[in-house]
Every structure is written in structure tokens, then in C-alpha cells.
């Protein structure tokens, strides 16, 4: 048997595995809270339903939410040479100017405009955030009144990931959007939130378990590969967020109570660990978790099942141990577990 890497010699393949296409969710399961959960808590995974959750939670613990919601940040149109354009909007800015990935065939120059399908115009500025960067800046020009929000709720559409091969749908509207979705300005959905319906929520408060929110806009980041070999040189992208004071104060409460803080999803990890690592209440965060990590807020993550050699796998590792979570895949491959954003979940206790 080989030993497991060190914390200094992971490479992006160790988080590697076979992952056959039949188990990746095109859509969503028929209710909520009737996907699957893997209990990955114990050394030996049990397989469960979703809505078997609030019985695995003690009274006193605090599940924390990401209330961040997804925007129709999808948008076509094209160039007035008539070639086709699409713009995913990454964020919209104080201003009022949207940060956008640009997908054309020829990239238009600065202050040419696109005629964006539903009539409005998107005027291109510039490189974002500086020069040399990654995205783009335009100003949407519609309605007098029209904030770049409106015209991406009236015209846009569901920024579904990838590997999702379909075109969005009313179904995808609904259900790519947790039921507590509060503050617009994610481009995905916080995946591991999908899977709670108001019965299981009402199941969570009779059994005397807290709820607080967080903030963090996922952006299209979160699906791109880890191009490097070694995971050491790999840089994140960046994503806003907010720890309210209500939540801080909540945690607190928890802590002196002898609960837990249960976080409900990736995004909830990184939002209250950024928190913690830096003493900011809010800003971006880049904040990248490894195998070695030493975490300060979270005890308990229930995550959907991630990408191969994606970011998000060297961060569950982190958290529940590099072979059990490994282990934990085979698991949910072996028995058919679907896998991704409209996938199944798994719960893990840090280690």
C-alpha cells in the first residue's frame, strides 16, 4: 500500500478519479430534500436521504448559509458586424459598470458597443480590474431606470455550469437557487443549500438547531481548472463576501454553548474561515484551503460531491482527511451517487 502525500508533495493529480458521465446530474432531483446524503462523518460512509438531516444535528448546533442569489448572468447578442457575442457577468459594481468574460470571435476594441439581445447596448471600457485583467468592463445602456439587475432578470439567463448540457429552463430559474436566496451577485449556485425544502428548515428549528447567514457571491471561477502541477502554485480567484455581526455574534453564542457551527457548503467554509484568517468582516477573499489548513470556525460541512482535481476536492480533503474523502468518492461512485451542482450531498466532521 502507498503512503498518502504529504502535505508538501500534493499534486493536482492526487485529486484525481474516474468519474463515469452517467453520474454527473443534468437535473435536479424530483423534491429536494429526497436526494441522497452520504454520512461520511465515521470511517464506514452511510448511505442516506436528505431529509434524514436534522436527526444527524444536535440541538444547539448553527447551520450557516450562504444567502448570496444566483443572477441570469448569462447574456447573448452581437457585434454591429453582426457577430455573435456573449457576455457572463461576473459582477456588477459600485458604479454601476458590470465586470463580464467576453465570449466573441473577435474581440471589439474600447467604446465599441454590443447590441445585446432584448434591446439593450453593452458598451465595452476596458480591461478589469486594471489593464492586464482577466475580465471585461461595459455599461449596459437601456431604460432610463434599468440597473444592470433588471436587464439581467428580463433578459438574461441562467448561468447553469459547464457540464450541465442543456439550455436553461423555468425548472433551472427555480431550482438553481436555494430557498433563502437573499443578495444577488452570484454567477453559481451555493450547491449544497439546493437540497433544503421549508419542511426539512422547520424539521432543523423544532430540533432546536440555529441558523445564521453569510455572504458569498460565487463567481464562474469556481469551475475553471487548476492548470498547474504543483497545487502550492495555484492562485484562486477572487470572491466578495459578508459575515454579518448578526451571524458573528451567533457563532459566538454557539461557541459558548459548547455547539457546533455546521457550514453549509464550500462557500460557507471560505466566507467564515477568510473571516477568521483576516479579522474582515467582509471584502474578497482568494482564499485557497489545502491539506494542512488549520481551521478555526467550522466543525461539521455538508458539501455536495466536486469536480476531479478541482479546488474544491483539496478543500474537503483538508477538512475531513485526505483518504477518507477519497474514499468517500469511490463510495459514492461505486453506488451510483450523482454528482455536482444538481447532485447528491455528503456530511463530514473536520479531523
Known amino acids: 500500500m502507498t503512503a498518502s502525500p504529504t502535505v508538501r508533495d500534493f499534486t493536482v493529480v492526487d485529486f484525481d478519479f474516474e468519474l463515469p458521465e452517467a453520474l454527473i446530474a443534468q437535473h435536479p ?29 444536535l440541538p444547539g448546533d448553527l447551520l450557516v448559509f450562504n444567502d448570496t442569489q444566483v443572477v441570469k448572468a448569462r447574456l447573448f447578442g452581437q457585434k454591429t458586424s453582426g457577430g455573435k457575442a456573449e457576455l457572463l457577468v461576473e459582477r456588477v459594481l459600485p458604479d454601476g459598470d458590470v465586470a463580464c468574460h467576453m465570449r466573441v470571435s473577435k474581440r471589439p476594441l474600447p467604446g465599441a458597443a454590443l447590441e ?27 431604460g432610463p431606470d434599468d440597473t444592470p439587475y433588471d436587464l439581467m432578470e428580463r433578459h438574461g439567463h441562467v448561468p447553469l455550469p459547464p457540464y450541465i448540457t442543456h439550455a436553461d429552463s423555468a425548472e433551472d430559474a427555480r431550482r438553481y437557487q436555494t430557498v433563502f436566496a437573499r443578495v444577488p451577485g452570484a454567477v453559481a449556485a451555493p450547491t449544497a443549500a439546493l437540497h433544503f425544502d421549508e419542511e426539512v428548515l422547520a424539521a432543523l428549528e423544532a430540533r432546536g438547531i440555529r441558523r445564521a447567514a453569510v455572504t458569498l457571491h460565487v463567481g464562474a471561477g469556481t469551475f475553471q481548472p487548476v492548470k498547474v502541477e504543483r497545487i502550492a502554485d495555484h492562485h484562486m480567484h477572487h470572491e466578495r463576501y459578508a459575515v454579518p455581526e448578526a451571524t458573528q455574534q451567533a457563532i459566538a453564542e454557539t461557541r459558548a454553548r459548547g455547539g457546533r457551527v455546521v457550514a453549509v457548503g464550500t462557500t460557507s467554509v471560505r466566507t467564515l474561515e477568510s473571516w477568521a484568517a483576516t479579522g474582515q468582516a467582509s471584502g474578497d477573499t482568494d482564499i485557497f484551503i489545502t491539506p494542512g489548513f488549520s481551521f478555526q470556525v467550522v466543525d461539521v460541512l455538508l458539501t455536495n460531491f466536486h469536480l476531479p482535481k478541482s479546488t474544491l476536492m483539496m478543500l474537503v480533503s483538508a477538512f475531513a482527511g485526505y483518504e477518507h474523502v477519497m474514499g468517500l468518492y469511490r463510495h459514492a461512485v461505486e453506488h451510483g451517487y450523482r454528482f455536482f451542482s444538481y447532485g447528491d450531498s455528503m456530511l463530514l466532521q473536520r479531523r
Open 29 to 57: 432531483a424530483e423534491r429536494r430534500s429526497g436526494s441522497r446524503l452520504l454520512d461520511g462523518r465515521a470511517e464506514a460512509p452511510v448511505d442516506r436521504i436528505f431529509d434524514s438531516l436534522p436527526g444527524l444535528l
Open 116 to 142: 445585446m439581445d432584448g434591446g439593450f447596448r453593452a458598451v465595452l471600457l476596458g480591461r478589469w480590474p486594471d489593464a492586464d485583467g482577466p475580465l471585461f468592463r461595459f455599461r449596459f445602456e437601456g
